[in-house]
């Protein structure tokens, strides 16, 4: 499957299908580190509580085939799944709003991917501008337009204060952003060619609680 087919594939795959993806890559990278060559269906599902079934129909769907005696070859599963998840020349990720939450993300996630990377700040309290955490500068908010391009950002991740989140709309659309992780309680109104996946925490929790009852 050549570049081009896999980014064709990867705007009509599912979107639970992505995310295993990304499970099984990650689950993946694991087995490499423990020195393992090869894995079979049954056994990367077990590690994701889901069916050898739906493993086997995850990567038939990105056109993944391999020899069912030995299993998955490990390390040219991951190289397969990197053509579908990742962009070629990688993808640059910006972060509005640097609390608490947007620290330890930027800690626990630079270096996790080659292809993907936050690579600039944004929040507008003098206490953080102008400093840098994990490598990432921090820049006022009023130079998003100015960094967003500077840095070629194509994802943000929004942790500003939910009563300003709707504030970010604009500019974040109007820089060219194709894609926001918002973890903020407030749903946003971006035009329909910006994907936006919602993280409330609190609604999740909420989830875990009921079925903890």
């Keep these: 499957m050549t570049t081009d087919d896999a980014n064709t594939s990867l705007k009509r795959l599912p979107e639970r299908t992505i995310e295993r993806l990304s499970e099984y890559r990650r689950m993946l990278l694991e087995c490499l580190k423990q020195g393992r060559t090869h894995i ?19 990567l038939m ?38 609390g608490n939450l947007a620290q330890a993300v930027t800690h626990y996630f630079n270096g996790k991917r080659s292809k993907l990377r936050i690579t600039a700040a944004f929040d507008i309290d003098p206490q ?43 500019p974040i659309t109007q820089a060219g952003i194709r894609g926001v992780l918002n973890f903020t309680s407030t749903p946003l109104n971006f035009p329909e060619d910006v994907y936006v996946e919602d993280y409330d925490i609190i609604t999740l929790l909420e989830k875990v609680a009921y079925f903890s009852k």
């Design 61 to 98: 769907l990105i056109g993944f085939s391999s020899d069912t005696k030995k299993g998955y070859d490990v390390e040219v599963l991951i190289e397969f799944i990197g053509t579908i998840l990742d962009s070629p020349d990688g993808l640059n990720v910006g972060i509005i709003g640097m």
């Design 40 to 58: 079979y269906s049954h056994e990367l599902a077990s590690m994701h509580g889901i069916t050898a079934v739906q493993v086997r129909r995850d």
């Design 128 to 170: 953080k501008v102008g400093h840098t955490v994990a490598g990432v500068p921090c820049f006022h908010m009023e130079s998003f337009a100015e960094e967003a391009l500077k840095h070629d950002l194509r994802v943000v991740i929004l942790t500003s204060p939910s009563s300003v989140a709707p504030e970010m709309v604009e």
